[in-house]
Nanobody, 122 residues
Framework: VQLQASGGGLVQAGGSLRLSCAAS????????VGWFRQAPGKEREFVAA???????YYSDPVKERFTISRDNAKNMVRLQMNSLKPDDTAVYYC?????????????????WGQGTLVTVSS
């Protein structure tokens, strides 16, 4: 599976952005897709994930502000980010995996996109 993340940019605190993850290659609908982020000087952290049957998972810092969705017909996963905060500033990566356990563990993901930068100004 090849993944391409896009949609990052500069936004003021309180604003919104929508990230997209376009997939190609193997049957995308069979994969769990997750979003992770990495801020400067920090480790990569889990943001959200969606399973092949549309169950969603969120980290506590983004719960109720971010929404993950998928469109299997278009091989696309999106991350709608609302009420953005300066702490959300990071490079955001999408990733995919065929298995379900430990869904927030980056090491469990087999395929990664190149990342897209999100900068939230105060």
């Amino acid at each position: 599976v090849q993944l391409q993340a896009s949609g990052g940019g500069l936004v003021q605190a309180g604003g919104s952005l929508r990230l997209s993850c376009a997939a190609s290659g193997r049957t995308f609908s069979n994969y769990v897709v997750g979003w992770f982020r990495q801020a400067p000087g920090k480790e990569r952290e889990f943001v959200a994930a969606i399973t092949w049957n549309y169950y969603t998972y969120y980290s506590d810092p983004v719960k109720e502000r971010f929404t993950i969705s998928r469109d299997n017909a278009k091989n696309m996963v999106r991350l709608q980010m609302n009420s953005l905060k300066p702490d959300d500033t990071a490079v955001y990566y999408c990733a995919a995996r065929a298995t379900y356990s430990e869904i927030s563990f980056a090491k469990r993901y087999d395929y990664w996109g190149q990342g897209t930068l999100v900068t939230v100004s105060s």
